[in-house]
């Protein structure tokens, strides 16, 4: 018996992508750089020097894209604006880089597609970059919330839905303290500056949302998280848990809904950092301002067993579950272990998958297809996981995948495939892949087999 898993009539299927990862265009209309301009352009940071020069030419061939979103019967399109392109200074307007969305925000009216705009993922202007360090700068409060302003004055009768950061755990811990990511910096006091800051700009741009009282809009943040698995039944594994959930979740989620950095890790941290002086009176007061919904981007949990030398007592172990291209476990059971506890212990909030998908070796085959059967199987599995949270009473109001093409994957370049649609990068040509077109099944009927 086949068994039939159903979703709301009004669910909301989605596909997503970001201004770095598919715009190219890098020079154009008054653009200038980003710190990951700057960053894929420095020797050894990206997979075989790879840039966001061109990517996916989406800024010239966005037509063609909103038009195969049309094809695959999307309801909304989750994009990124690019700081760049609409201050390409420090208070400068550049409305020549505004009219790209607008036209972009055009064209999937036209298709009745529902735009999502995320407002930063990731591409810091440069000159803001060259201002004591970007995020470690708290005047980079002031320009974000210039910028965000900038955007609901002249988007914010089109938009309805905002995200006004993809994953503060990336463009701070992962970008600052790691050094995987621009601006490539490896210093933990760093990274924890750079968070609260990105933090603090998503509090008062919310504040700037608010003021402005613009009908129909709802503003929140996407957050990644990665629940956390104990290796074994030993207390000191569980331990380690505790920690690297700190160090990966409750560190963005604490200050977010509750108003308070996680006291655990605070101890923990303040050994490596010292002062938290950077936090100053009424930071988390802003920080906690109450948002609309919460954006979830989930790909795989962590197992991690106690580890004395490690900074957070704890070292990620493989999982037995088959893993991506990216080497990530797939656990869709953990998809549904984490939307249980962010509604148990978090948020009754409407929340939103705002990203989900899966890297695996994509090739076109004689017939001129990409039979991603792999990809249809991740999807599937997640996608019955939030059916079985929706169903359980799960405030859950829809799911973007990512990604709607292959682009530029960070410091992986274009090695790594994500999307339902198959770029050729030497010619530029979309090809739907097999998953595209199970997906339109899915979104047409609403139901998955
Ligand atoms: O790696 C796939 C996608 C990126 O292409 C998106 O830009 C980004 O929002 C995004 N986040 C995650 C999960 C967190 C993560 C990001 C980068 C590297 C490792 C983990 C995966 N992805």
Known sequence: MIELVKFPKD??????????????????????PS???????????????????????HYHRYKEDVQIMKEIGVKAYRFSIAWPRIFPEEGKYNPKGMDFYKRLVD??????IIPVATIYHWDLPQWAYEKNGGWLNRESVKWYVEYASKLFEELG??????????????????????????????????????????LLSHGEAVKVFRDMNLKGAQIGITLNLTPAYPASEKEEDKLAVQYAD???NRWFLDPIFKGNYPEDMMELYSKIIGEFDFIREGDLETISVPIDFLGVNYYTRSIVKYNEDSMLKAENVPGPGKKTEMGWEISPESLYDLLKRLDREYTKLPMYI???????????????????????????EHLKAIARFIEEGGNLKGYFVWSLLDNFE????????????????ETQKRILKDSAFWYKGVIEKGVIE
Do not use: M
Request: proline share 2%; with cysteine.
């Open 354 to 380: 705002t990203e989900n998908g899966v890297a695996f070796k994509d090739e076109v085959t004689e017939d001129g297809r990409v039979h991603d059967y792999e990809r249809i199987e991740y999807i599937k």
């Open 157 to 198: 009768d089109v938009i309805p839905l905002w995200i006004t950061h993809n994953e503060p755990w990336c463009s701070s811990i992962l970008s600052y303290g790691i050094g995987e990511h621009a601006p490539g910096h490896k210093d933990w006091r760093e990274a924890l500056i750079a968070a609260h800051h990105i």
């Open 410 to 425: 960070w410091a992986h370049g274009y090695s790594k495939r994500f999307g339902i649609v198959y770029v050729d990068y």
């Open 107 to 112: 064209e999937l009216l036209k298709r009745e």
């Open 11 to 32: 669910f909301t299927w989605g596909v997503a992508t970001s201004s770095y990862q598919i715009e190219g265009a890098v020079n154009e209309d008054g653009r200038t």
């Open 246 to 248: 700190g160090f990966a």
């Open 35 to 57: 710190i990951w301009d700057t960053f894929s352009k420095t020797e050894g940071k990206t997979y075989q020097g790879h840039t966001g020069d061109v990517a996916c030419d």
